[in-house]
């Protein structure tokens, strides 16, 4: 498998959206009723994304990943609200592409342009019942830094742990 990382642009915004669906009822299956997806469907997705990414592509990376023309994955990052951090707010891959190496590739470049927002603390959170998830990160060099919060996922409350990377030494 050969993987092009690039730049998000325009017109990739409907085909994360339906990404980003697939991908969220995958990782989240047993943790949230399935119905709770047809509310935030591929369409709901991409239109979410179209907005959000007019007002933050000035501010904000984000990269995909492609495998002969067809998006596979993708990452962003973007300002923290906590001190001192420069966040990843999302990594996602296809269903079927997790365990490929495209997820890794996405993280490295994630961290590469976290590194350019010259903050010391790369940040991200994750559900905490989400063991594949956490495993992943971990495996990449992050790690829990005791914060917790509770945020809703499709409309339900689930505990999520910040886990912490540092960019500088």
Known sequence: MTVLLRPADDADMASIGALHHRSRADAYAGLIPAETFEVWSADGL??????????????????????GGTLIGF?????SE???????????????????????QLMIEALRQMADFAQPLAVLW??????????????GG????????????NGHPLPQLRYAYPLSN
């Open 142 to 153: 992050w790690t829990p830094d005791g914060a917790t919060r509770t945020e809703p996922v």
């Open 126 to 139: 994750v559900l905490e019942e989400n063991p594949v998830a956490r495993r992943f990160y971990e495996r």
């Open 46 to 67: 991409s239109q979410w994304w179209v907005e959000r990414w007019t007002w933050e592509k000035d501010t904000h990376r984000m990269t995909v990943a492609e495998d």
């Open 75 to 79: 990452s962003y990052v973007g300002p």
């Open 82 to 104: 906590t001190e001192g951090a420069v966040e990843l707010y999302g990594l996602h891959v296809a269903p079927e592409r997790v365990g490929t190496g495209a997820g890794r």
